[in-house]
T-cell receptor, first 114, second 113 residues
Framework: GAVVSQHPSRVICKSGTSVKIECRSLDFQATTMFWYRQFPKQSLMLMATSNEGSKATYEQGVEKDKFLINHASLTLSTLTVTSAHPEDSSFYIC??????????FGSGTRLTVV | GDSVTQMEGPVTLSEEAFLTINCTYTATGYPSLFWYVQYPGEGLQLLLKATKADDKGSNKGFEATYRKETTSFHLEKGSVQVSDSAVYFCALSGYNAGNMLTFGGGTRLMVKP
C-alpha cells in the first residue's frame, strides 16, 4: 500500500533556530500534500495544502513566513519552522494524496523548542 | 461548511467489552466517511471507510455503517483488546471542501486488562 515517510520523528531545537521536516511518498506520486499540527489531546489542525510546483495555500491564522512549505517534487514536501519558539512546540503530521484520492499520513514529528 | 462531531472521551472499557464511538456529520451532497486511528506518538492510520449511503466499512473487527438518514458513521467493535487503546478520529471528505479531510475532535479509547 501507499507509504509516506516523515522525518525526523523527534527533534529538539533551541529557540531562534530553524527546523526542517521532510515528508516523502515512497511508492506513489503525491499530487497534493497537507501539513497538520496537533496539540496534546486535540484533533488535527490543517496548516496548509501544497501542490507540486506551486505555492502552498495556508489556512487562516497560519503564518506563512514562519511555516515555510516547499513541494518541489511529486514525492517530497518539506515544512520549515523558522525562528522557532517554545510555543511552536507541537506534533506535526503530513499527509499525501495521490491520483486515487486516498490520503496517507506520515508518522508525525514531535518538535520541542527549548 | 462541513463538520464532524464525535463523542468526547476518554472511553474506558475492560477487555472484551463492546465498543461504540458515535460520529455524526454535516455536509452537503454525499461525502466519503472515514475512521482513522492514532497510536501514541504516531501519525494516523486509516482504519476503515465508506463512500456511499448504507456502505459498511470494516477492518480488524471494527465496523461502521454510513447512515445518510441520520448523518452518522458510528464505530463499533464487538470485543475490544488492550492493543486497541488509541485515539480514534472520524472524518469526512466532501466535494464542497475540494475533497479535503475534515476531522472530528478525536476520541481516546483506553482498554484495561
Amino acid at each position: 500500500g501507499a507509504v509516506v515517510s516523515q522525518h525526523p520523528s523527534r527533534v529538539i531545537c533551541k529557540s531562534g533556530t530553524s527546523v526542517k521536516i521532510e515528508c516523502r511518498s515512497l511508492d506513489f506520486q503525491a499530487t497534493t500534500m497537507f501539513w497538520y499540527r496537533q496539540f496534546p489531546k486535540q484533533s488535527l489542525m490543517l496548516m496548509a495544502t501544497s501542490n507540486e510546483g506551486s505555492k502552498a495555500t495556508y489556512e487562516q491564522g497560519v503564518e506563512k513566513d514562519k511555516f515555510l512549505i516547499n513541494h518541489a517534487s511529486l514525492t517530497l514536501s518539506t515544512l520549515t519552522v523558522t525562528s522557532a519558539h517554545p510555543e511552536d512546540s507541537s506534533f506535526y503530521i503530513c499527509s499525501a494524496r495521490g491520483q486515487g484520492n486516498g490520503y496517507t499520513f506520515g508518522s508525525g514529528t514531535r518538535l520541542t523548542v527549548v | 461548511g462541513d463538520s464532524v462531531t464525535q463523542m468526547e472521551g476518554p472511553v474506558t472499557l475492560s477487555e472484551e467489552a463492546f465498543l461504540t464511538i458515535n460520529c455524526t456529520y454535516t455536509a452537503t451532497g454525499y461525502p466519503s466517511l472515514f475512521w482513522y486511528v492514532q497510536y501514541p506518538g504516531e501519525g494516523l492510520q486509516l482504519l476503515l471507510k465508506a463512500t456511499k449511503a448504507d456502505d459498511k466499512g470494516s477492518n480488524k473487527g471494527f465496523e461502521a455503517t454510513y447512515r445518510k438518514e441520520t448523518t452518522s458513521f458510528h464505530l463499533e467493535k464487538g470485543s475490544v483488546q488492550v492493543s486497541d487503546s488509541a485515539v480514534y478520529f472520524c472524518a469526512l471528505s466532501g466535494y464542497n471542501a475540494g475533497n479535503m479531510l475534515t476531522f472530528g475532535g478525536g476520541t481516546r479509547l483506553m482498554v484495561k486488562p
